[in-house]
């Protein structure tokens, strides 16, 4: 299938990488179907989630261990289910990663990107079905690791 990025304009997709989202990303419930893209060439550290159903829709995302983060959750039985999970290592994570609008480049903190860590995208890469997982209580080990 053919998909008209925003950001790479007019991508050939083949249907068995599409990723079902059976309860869409929060805001976006609606759209269910995404695939991971990237600039032919370029770095593949970075990628967007490309809404199929609204191709005006594009989320850039990268693996958290890329940012010295290592996720240990519990899923819940719904969400095992959702993901239609059977093995622990099918699972990957992803954090969306945004351009910092609000940057103050005196502050080395502000400067360049955000990452949400509270809502990652977890991915059963065998089956291509994902869920946002929104954090929002104590009990989760995010890990951050300094890289040397």
């Known amino acids: 299938m053919k998909i008209e990025s925003p950001v790479l304009g007019a991508v050939e997709i083949s249907d068995d990488k ?5 309860q869409g990303l929060p805001g976006f419930e609606q759209l269910r179907r995404f695939v991971f893209i990237h600039e032919e060439g370029g770095e593949s ?18 693996g958290p261990e890329r940012l010295g983060i290592t996720y240990e959750l519990p899923l819940s039985d719904a969400e ?5 999970l059977s093995r622990p290592e099918d699972a990957v994570a992803a954090v969306i990663v945004r351009k ?8 080395p903190a502000n400067a360049g990107l955000r990452a949400n860590f509270m809502a990652p995208l ?7 079905r994902g869920l946002q997982k929104i954090i929002d209580k104590a009990g989760y080990d995010i890990i951050l690791r ?3």
């Open 18 to 22: 599409v990723i079902e989202f059976p």
């Open 45 to 62: 550290g970075v990628f967007l989630l490309q809404s199929v159903d609204d191709a005006n829709i594009a989320f850039s995302v990268t």
């Open 80 to 84: 095992v289910a959702v993901l239609e």
């Open 100 to 107: 910092d609008d609000d940057k103050d480049d005196k502050v």
């Open 122 to 128: 977890l991915i059963n890469i065998g089956a291509r």
């Open 146 to 148: 300094v890289r040397g």
